[in-house]
């Protein structure tokens, strides 16, 4: 039986001389060593060394449901899974109509404090403006907070200030306190009139809302 070294060793073609495996030249005669013998001899390296190459064929490995995973399914072709909706929307939804409504309110009170209250004051106060007694003199004309007060001076007698009151303003109340002093009264105004010698004064007072 030969051994792996005898396999291995080549002729030379001039001399005949063992030739070792690794050697290009004849180390007897110098004769190259044909390119047959050295393509025999490459194949035989390359057959013996087959087993140990370290280049090898990859192996494929298994993927998706394969590998043990779980959770994750896969979705059918052509279909595609809705995202959920944050679970902040309605939350976020209700917090923006509380807003606007705080905001029209606030809106509401503002436009009725600039322009509807001044107005219905006015015109509140404007009603005692209309209660001076004709051809009188103006002793006071004040206005505060909670209300306005004008005082007159007249000539005429107190019945006919007395008289003219009742038909101008409507009073739901009339009070003789003394002989020479009358009161007349509605919801806002009191009107008190009282003779002074031959002067009448009359003072004419208005509860603002």
Same mark, same amino acid.
């Given at each position: 039986?030969?051994?792996?070294?005898?396999m291995?060793?080549?002729?030379?073609?001039?001399?005949?001389?063992?030739?070792?495996?690794?050697?290009?030249?004849c180390?007897?005669?110098?004769?190259?060593?044909t390119?047959?013998?050295?393509? &025999?001899?490459?194949?035989?390296?390359?057959?013996?060394?087959s087993?140990?190459?370290?280049?090898?064929?990859?192996?494929?490995?298994?993927?998706?449901?394969?590998?043990?995973?779980?959770?994750?399914?896969? &979705?059918?072709s052509?279909?595609?899974?809705?995202?959920?909706?944050?679970?902040?929307?309605?939350?976020?939804?209700?917090l923006?109509?509380?807003?606007?409504?705080?905001?029209? #309110?606030?809106?509401?009170? #503002?436009?009725?404090?600039?322009? #509807?209250?001044?107005?219905?004051?006015?015109?509140?106060?404007?009603?005692?403006?209309?209660?001076?007694?004709?051809?009188?003199?103006?002793?006071?004309?004040?206005?505060?907070?909670?209300?306005?007060?004008?005082?007159?001076?007249?000539?005429?007698?107190?019945?006919?200030?007395?008289?003219?009151?009742?038909?101008?303003?409507?009073p739901?109340?009339?009070?003789?306190?003394t002989?020479?002093?009358?009161?007349?009264?509605?919801q806002?105004?009191?009107?008190?009139i009282?003779a002074?010698?031959?002067?009448?004064?009359?003072? #004419?007072?208005?509860?603002?809302?």
């Amino acid at each position: 039986m030969l051994s792996s070294t005898s396999m291995s060793m080549q002729n030379c073609s001039k001399c005949g001389a063992l030739l070792p495996a690794e050697v290009n030249f004849c180390r007897q005669c110098g004769t190259p060593v044909t390119a047959a013998l050295a393509g &025999e001899r490459q194949t035989i390296q390359l057959d013996l060394t087959s087993e140990n190459a370290a280049t090898r064929r990859l192996r494929p490995r298994p993927t998706g449901s394969e590998t043990g995973f779980s959770g994750i399914k896969p &979705e059918p072709s052509g279909q595609i899974s809705p995202l959920p909706s944050p679970p902040t929307s309605k939350l976020k939804a209700a917090l923006a109509l509380i807003t606007l409504a705080v905001v029209l #309110i606030a809106a509401c009170v #503002i436009i009725w404090a600039a322009l #509807i209250r001044p107005k219905r004051v006015a015109s509140t106060a404007g009603s005692a403006e209309t209660l001076v007694y004709p051809n009188s003199r103006t002793i006071l004309n004040t206005t505060s907070g909670d209300g306005k007060a004008i005082q007159l001076q007249t000539d005429d007698s107190t019945d006919q200030v007395v008289s003219w009151y009742k038909a101008n303003l409507s009073p739901t109340k009339t009070l003789q306190l003394t002989p020479t002093t009358v009161v007349l009264k509605n919801q806002t105004v009191t009107v008190t009139i009282v003779a002074d010698n031959k002067t009448t004064t009359v003072l #004419i007072k208005q509860v603002l809302p």
